[in-house]
């Protein structure tokens, strides 16, 4: 289900915590399988589950609560733009506007080619530097205006 290095990264996370609490890694292992497969399918979050002993729906209580977790399909770069208030404030709905207009789809949506998903998100944590866009979980960036949106999305499709 999951490649040898992923395992391997998976029993790193298990490994920081007591024996009888492997459990407490299923955050990371879900990220750590998420990034693997792309996104979380049923029988990918039952194997979590499996793996570290606890029941699959623990499992999907902790996929269905944090909004990192993807439960469908998601475009090879998906983008989430913080719609929180400071962000609003200095410009995240403008920015949000440009999106949806340059990719051509609403919040939680797939672009035709498979290129993009857009996705709102809440505070990330970097109020100062706002708006803020985190690609595919990973990457942030910061006072994304229309001209740095271009940029990215000209990265991003090279």
């Not at 979590?48 to 996929?63: K, N, S």
């Amino acid at each position: 289900m999951l490649s040898p290095e992923a395992l391997r990264r998976i029993d790193t996370e298990i490994a920081k915590y007591p024996a009888d609490q492997k459990q407490s890694a299923v955050m990371a292992a879900l990220a750590i399988a998420q990034q693997e497969k792309g996104w979380l399918a049923e029988d990918t979050m039952a194997f979590v589950a499996d793996y570290l002993g606890m029941p699959q729906v623990a499992v999907l209580e902790v996929a269905t609560f944090y909004n990192m977790y993807d439960l469908s399909p998601v475009g090879k770069s998906k983008l989430t733009i913080c719609t929180g208030l400071p962000c609003a404030l200095s410009g995240a709905d403008e920015a949000a506007d440009h999106l949806r207009e340059k990719l051509g789809v609403g919040f939680s949506e797939v672009t035709a080619d498979g290129s993009f998903m857009l996705k709102e998100g809440e505070c990330m944590g970097a109020c100062g530097d706002a708006p803020v866009l985190l690609v595919n979980n990973r990457r942030m960036c910061v006072r994304m205006n229309k001209e740095r949106i271009d940029a990215l999305l000209d990265e991003l499709n090279s």
